[in-house]
């Protein structure tokens, strides 16, 4: 079983920045944060595998960075300019399954943290 725990979320004007932890009891093969807000479907935001290659939505491509300390078995989100769009609730999640680059496909994750809110106003 992997336990995921996010940390990091709040409430950031727009433009400002915000960093999203995550941190799993054991080490997976890929990891990705999805959102979702209220209303919406939940969509994959950025994922990346174990040798680091990552995939982004094209909402966040060039303002969200997605990284990992494999040593802590942590995941990040650092999240720049952000914009009122990008309000949702983040959730981290993991496979223990090697996907080129990560995924973006919630279908692709079995494991799945609480999530964190996200804010930001105009």
């Known amino acids: 079983q992997v336990r995921l725990v996010e940390s990091g979320g709040g409430s950031v004007q727009a433009g400002g920045s915000l960093r999203l932890s995550c941190t799993a009891s054991?080490?997976?093969?890929?990891t990705a944060w999805f959102r979702q807000a209220p209303g919406k479907e939940r969509e994959g935001v950025a994922s990346i595998d174990q040798t680091g290659r990552t995939r982004y939505a094209d909402s966040v491509n060039g303002r969200f960075t997605i990284s990992q300390d494999s040593a802590k078995n942590t995941l990040y989100l650092q999240m720049n300019s952000l914009k009122p769009e990008d309000t949702a609730m983040y959730y981290c999640a993991a496979s223990r399954t090697y996907y080129v680059g990560g995924s973006l496909k919630s279908a692709n994750y079995p494991y799945w943290g609480q999530g964190t809110q996200v804010t930001v106003s105009s």
């Open positions: 054991v080490y997976t093969y890929t």
